[in-house]
Nanobody, 121 residues
């Protein structure tokens, strides 16, 4: 399985960005796709995750991004998106796409290479 992120870049404070992640390979469903970020000198942290069970999407956000970020996915294309608005310098970091599922008691976890988001005034 491979994950490829895109959409990062340099944006001014208060601006918006939309990240995309496309997964390819043998993917088990249901699964969870998520966005994590890692700021310089800090641990990687969960930003948002979306679990699709074929009927509904279950979504969770970090408190720091609630109301500003929106995660979505296109299960037909194995893609996930992160719409980010009202960006601040605290949102600067490398954003990683994550895909996980459990199958017969085993956890499968995959990561993308990351895309840099820099918020500057």
């Amino acid at each position: 399985v491979q994950l490829v992120e895109s959409g990062g870049g340099l944006v001014q404070t208060g601006g918006s960005l939309r990240l995309s992640c496309v997964a390819s390979g043998s993917i088990w469903s249901p699964n969870t796709m998520a966005w994590y970020r890692q700021a310089p000198g800090q641990q990687r942290e969960l930003v948002a995750k979306i679990t699709s069970d074929g009927y509904t999407n279950h979504i969770n956000y970090a408190d720091s991004v609630k109301g500003r970020f929106t995660i979505s996915r296109d299960t037909t294309k194995d893609m996930a998106f992160l719409q980010m608005t009202s960006l601040s310098d605290e949102d600067t970091g490398v954003y990683y796409c994550n895909l996980e599922w459990r199958h017969y008691g085993l956890d499968y976890v995959f990561w993308g290479q990351g895309t840099q988001v820099t918020v500057s005034s």
